[in-house]
């Protein structure tokens, strides 16, 4: 259909692979997401964490830096899985204020618009639709969390030495997988809010609400009960959990809390943690209900029967 | 991983007498819970442009959201150039393009970029997709404000980039639900054009959906009136068009009487409609030629000779009136 001979013509060329694209969404979307300075701008401060984190293994290695700032080694944080454990958490806190900015209008601009029969009378499924809309998510916070955390701990590894890659390869596990399961859990979220709710304002204020109101429920209900399992509703609580998991660094029990009775015996109480396979079900349940809503929601057309 | 040959090869070959139909229905139903909205729909459409007609609610939208694959039939099954509309959904959809009859756009990109992200979606490498996508805007007229965000576009300047989503991957069937809906006479008029030129291209077939039978009239060469789920009439327009041209409306001037008593004595009926017009049915052996001589000879004027034929509306409406006659 050349322009100077404006006549219809079929499209007689190679065509494109179909497994990888859904990763055309993405594509496409970030061409808006970054046309938003601000939002550009917020994104550079995300990476600001992972400098310092990158000067501190630096440090750690290099004398005559340490010797001329006058630094004692000691009152370095040590490079173990603590470290790499808070800086992820640090990072998924950016994450969760990226999803919020990015995520929100994803599915609900093209709901308002009608724009899904546009997208599924072609070859394109619905699930490749939903995987699009959750890559752009995705991708972008992989980038700030987990990716960068690898490339650290691939230059930790190269600057101890093999040894110490060696006996720290389970780290590899809380990084990736600690970092998926966090971007996973915010595409996910994101796209459920943003199918259900048409108005991006209001869909940010759910999301907002859906991490803050069980979190605050969650720490009344540890104070009430003088307990831990109010963090088994507070997706927060349950994502640094499952990464403390994942870094071999959980202990059930956080607390011991002493207190003294009208009769003046002092009680203790153990304030341990809900199992780690507690908070694996729950983020489990909330992804399932997710996908469910997700399936109901995301069709070319509402039927109404 | 690219396509395989076959599809490729089938988006490009043209369709051919010995090809299956265009669509082809199995007694195709569907149902929306209890609430029966196709009731076993039988037959093969063969047409270059086939219209769907139908009073509201009679299931021509789901009809078409049924192949392009939105609903699932209860029973029965439907193909598409041969293809089964079920078990073959992806293949299908690599060969039809759709403009959706409400509003369909994503917001906040300007029309090429809309374009262009379609024709990616429907699998052309991402400079092809642009080039297509440039080349379809400029085809529907939207060459100048391709850079506009759709946001900004008016009604009419929205249907048309609907019309260039659905044709940029250059698709072998398109589905046009309701094109000219709220366009003004002059963005009717081009919207009508464009799908002619199309259908005239003889690249694409085309199922029109609308309940403006001149539209329909003036594109397609088969028609289907759906009633309440059922196939109430189907018709091949061209065919009909052919066979009614033994039906003439004439206007003379001078002594009518004479000429109607040589009219009969070729054996051919008549009825004087008013004091100069006449409908004449032909005899076999009667040419138009012969009339003009009667006329000559009895000394009358034909002033106008008009082929009568039944229009869409007698026959959409004389299908409303009757019962369902499959094809």
């Not at chain 1, 995520?103 to 639709?129: H, I, M, Q």
């Not at chain 2, 990109?109 to 052309?124: K, N, Y």
């Not at chain 2, 809906?181 to 959906?209: H, T």
């Amino acid at each position: 259909m050349a322009v100077y001979e404006q006549t219809y013509k079929r499209y007689a060329g190679p065509l494109t692979s179909e497994w990888n694209r859904f990763l055309i969404i993405p594509r496409h979307a970030y061409r808006a997401v970054f046309g938003s300075k601000l939002f550009t701008a917020f994104f550079v401060i995300c990476f600001l964490p992972l400098l310092v984190e990158a000067i501190l293994i630096y440090l750690h290695h290099n004398f005559s830096a340490i010797a001329a700032m006058k630094i004692n080694v000691r009152e370095l944080v040590p490079i173990d899985a603590y470290f790499f454990q808070t800086f992820i958490n640090i990072q998924g806190g950016f994450a969760f204020f990226v999803a919020l900015l990015v995520g929100p209008p994803l599915v609900s601009r093209d709901l308002r618009n009608n724009a899904l029969p546009l997208y599924l009378c072609r070859p394109f499924s619905r699930t490749e639709y939903v995987l699009g809309k959750m890559s752009v998510v995705l991708i972008l916070i992989s980038v700030i969390t987990w990716v960068p955390q690898l490339v650290l701990f691939l230059f930790q590894s190269y600057l101890e030495g093999f040894t110490w890659f060696k006996s720290n390869l389970l780290m590899i596990n809380g990084i990736v997988l600690g970092g998926l399961v966090w971007a996973l859990l915010l595409a996910l979220l994101t796209q459920t809010i943003s199918a259900l709710v048409k108005w991006r304002v209001v869909a940010s204020g759910v999301l907002l609400g859906i991490f803050f109101i069980p979190t605050v429920f969650g720490a009344f209900v540890n104070e009430v009960f003088r307990t831990r399992w109010g963090n088994i509703i507070s997706l927060g609580a349950l994502i640094k959990n499952v990464t403390a998991g994942l870094f071999g660094t959980f202990d059930r029990l956080w607390d011991v809390m002493r207190f003294r009775d009208f009769d003046g015996t002092i009680t203790e109480i153990q304030l341990v943690e809900p199992p780690l396979w507690a908070s694996w079900m729950v983020l489990f349940v909330i992804c399932a209900v997710c996908l469910a809503l997700l399936s109901w929601k995301v069709k070319a057309y509402e039927v109404v029967r | 991983m690219a396509l395989p040959a076959t599809v490729q090869e089938e988006l490009i070959r043209p369709q051919t007498v010995d090809d299956p139909p265009v669509i082809d229905l199995h007694g195709l139903s569907v149902a929306f819970g209890r609430r029966q909205i196709l009731k076993g729909l039988r037959g093969d459409l063969r047409g270059k442009a086939i219209g769907l007609l139908g009073p509201n609610g009679a299931g021509k939208t789901t009809l078409i959201h049924t192949l392009l694959g939105f609903h699932q039939p209860t029973a029965g099954t439907a193909q598409i150039f041969g293809h089964d509309i079920t078990d073959e959904a992806k293949k299908i959809k690599t060969l039809i393009g759709y403009m959706p009859e409400r509003d369909a756009f994503i917001a906040k990109m300007t029309a090429v970029h809309f374009v262009r992200l379609m024709a990616e979606l429907s699998g052309l490498p991402s400079e092809a997709a642009l080039e297509r996508a440039h080349e379809a805007l400029f085809y529907v007229g939207l060459g100048e404000a391709r850079y506009r965000k759709l946001d900004t576009y008016s009604l009419g300047m929205k249907q048309l980039a609907k019309l260039a989503q659905a044709i940029v991957h250059g698709p072998k069937l398109i589905f046009l639900d309701e094109p000219t809906n709220g366009l003004d006479p002059p963005a009717r008029l081009r919207m009508i054009k464009l799908i002619r030129e199309i259908r005239d291209s003889g690249q694409a077939n085309i199922v029109l959906s609308s309940h403006l039978l001149v539209d329909v009239e003036e594109c397609c060469d088969e028609i289907l009136i759906l009633r309440d789920g059922q196939i109430a009439v189907y018709c091949n327009l061209e065919e009909e068009r052919k066979s009614n041209r033994k039906f003439l409306m004439l206007e003379t001037r001078g002594d009518q009487n004479k000429f109607v008593e040589a009219l009969s004595s070729l054996g051919c009926e008549y009825a004087i409609s008013s004091d100069s017009r006449l409908k004449v049915v032909l005899q076999n052996g009667v040419e138009v030629r012969d009339l003009y001589r009667l006329a000559g000879e009895t000394q009358v004027q034909l002033r106008r000779l008009s082929y009568k034929r039944d229009s869409l509306e007698d026959i959409f409406l004389k299908a409303m009136e009757n019962g369902y006659g499959g094809l």
